[in-house]
């Protein structure tokens, strides 16, 4: 009965709803360069621009290209590094410049050049101290420290020596960081600053050509510690991920799934309050080793391009929009009784579309009614502004905090009451919220008797 009253509710919110359905991946259908693989991007947040340069489409590319959200424009700079895939670049937000490193160049040799991109031109840096030569590593700048991070790659285009050295470059010179524990020596894994903790996470990558990896790790700036996340992608390498700061959550799409026969994939996954999930909306065909970027200025993940075993290069653009994360949080405070103040909480804080979702109220009597209230807003209820006191119904000192337009009764044991619901599978409710606050019976705790919680606003998604 309660997920028949929840999917009758649902239906309601996709009626009134005003922010509806969040897109996830988007075709943007444009030309640009040409189809390769093996290439690298980054975003200048000064700019506004995806900056993007080399790859493989059978041959070593090094041609300079920017992407403003519209259009592709093929930069023609007085000076270029040398031609490149699988190197590594990040913006330097605090210099204001793209910094590239390594790669592997023309004839196969593995390179340990230092550049940087102005938005006019490539300039050559030559500092002190530098990491080997490399390919297949992974770069990002820190926000926390502002300096450019680099961990792991290759030597070789077999990976047949693969690395596990940490580093740093803040404009002047590598050094080399030495902690006391290390991930292992990988290759093509994916690498961001979680900017929730400030810490650099690595997860998956590859130990040759073929052995993958699926661990996580997570460098506080001190030392790296192995975290266990749940629900893992599994085995995966040559991952695109890109960390989205209006969310906190990391998103990583593609790559090579594991163990052999190697698979590209064309799965996108969201991690986000230490889980991993993964999004089901249709996206981008299966690929490995594309160019991918968060334009923090529209709030998108862009992909280009990318490389298939079987059906060679690609050249489309696709955009992530990372709405869609479900989440929790409560707000405003309850009226108490003789147990203290009423809470409402969820033990399942995914609101996930088609999943179970459970809603708690404790701090209650052990015995007696209590029950439930569903609105759509937190600003007013039947045109009274929010929150609203409850003192003139005799509830003194309690508020009211949300709309109600469906009540449920809870199931009371001990103290504890508990609703458990469907949620409906309905993509139009991506991003929408609805709001629930607890109410309970307990004679004397004010002239009405009638014990208030706090409330939740809970918003659908799809991670």
């Known amino acids: 009965m309660t997920v028949i009253r929840f999917h009758v509710l649902a239906c309601l919110l996709v009626a009134t709803a005003s922010n509806l ?3 996830g991946w988007q075709d943007r259908a444009i030309s640009g360069p040409s189809a390769r693989g093996f290439v690298t991007m980054t975003y200048d947040q000064l700019r506004g621009v995806c900056v993007l340069f080399g790859g493989w489409n059978g041959s070593i590319l090094g ?20 031609a490149r895939c699988c190197h590594a670049m990040t913006f330097d937000a605090t210099r204001g410049v793209t910094v590239m490193f390594g790669g592997a160049g023309l ?6 050049d230092t550049w940087e991109w102005d938005g006019n031109d490539w300039t050559q840096r030559f500092p002190a101290n530098s990491p080997l030569p490399r390919r297949v590593h992974r770069m990002v700048f820190s926000f926390t420290t502002g300096k450019t991070f680099l961990f792991g790659g290759g030597v070789t285009g077999l990976g047949s020596t693969v690395l596990d050295d940490t580093w740093e470059y803040d404009g002047n010179d590598w050094t080399q960081l030495n902690p006391a524990s290390s991930p292992p020596a990988r290759w093509a894994h994916g690498l961001v600053e979680d900017l929730n903790t400030g ?4 997860f998956g990558g590859s130990i040759g050509t073929s052995s993958h990896l699926q661990d996580q790790w997570e460098f506080d700036g001190n030392d790296w510690q192995q975290v266990a996340s749940q629900t893992p992608p599994g085995l995966r390498a040559r991952v695109c991920a890109q960390h989205v700061i209006t969310n906190g959550a990391t998103i990583a799409f593609g790559g090579h799934e594991g163990p052999l026969p190697l698979t590209p994939s064309s799965e996108t996954w969201v991690f986000s309050g230490g889980a991993w999930r993964q999004d089901m909306r249709p996206g981008p065909t299966e690929r490995t080793n594309m160019a991918s970027a968060y334009d923090l200025i529209r709030d998108r993940v862009v992909v280009f391009g990318g490389y298939h075993p079987n059906q060679g290069n690609r050249s489309d653009t696709w955009e992530f929009d990372p709405a869609g994360l479900a989440s929790f949080r409560t707000f405003g405070q309850g009226c108490g009784g ?14 996930l579309l088609g999943a179970q979702f459970d809603i708690e109220l404790s701090n209650i009597p052990a015995t007696g ?19 609203a006191s ?5 509830a003194t000192g309690c508020q009211l905090l949300t709309s109600q337009e469906a009540v449920f009764p809870f199931m009371n044991t001990g103290g504890t009451a508990s609703l458990q619901f469907t949620l409906t599978s309905d993509t139009a409710l991506i991003g929408t919220h609805f709001y629930n606050q607890g109410f309970a019976v307990e004679a004397g705790a004010n002239p009405l008797g009638l014990l208030v919680s706090n409330a939740g606003d809970t918003t659908h998604g799809v991670y």
Do not use: C, H, K
């Not at 992407?67 to 270029?80: E, F, K, V």
């Open 107 to 112: 004839g196969d040799p593995d390179l340990g």
């Open 21 to 23: 359905v969040a897109q």
């Open 390 to 394: 409850l003192d003139v119904i005799g």
């Open 369 to 387: 009614p209590a029950w439930i209230a569903f609105g759509f807003s937190r600003t007013q209820a039947n045109g009274l502004p929010l929150p």
């Open 199 to 202: 810490n650099m996470v690595v």
């Open 63 to 82: 041609d300079t290209w920017e992407y403003d959200g519209n259009t592709w424009t093929q930069r023609s700079p007085a000076t270029a590094p040398p």
């Open 338 to 351: 003789t147990l203290g103040v009423p809470v409402i909480s969820a033990p399942s804080p995914a609101a």
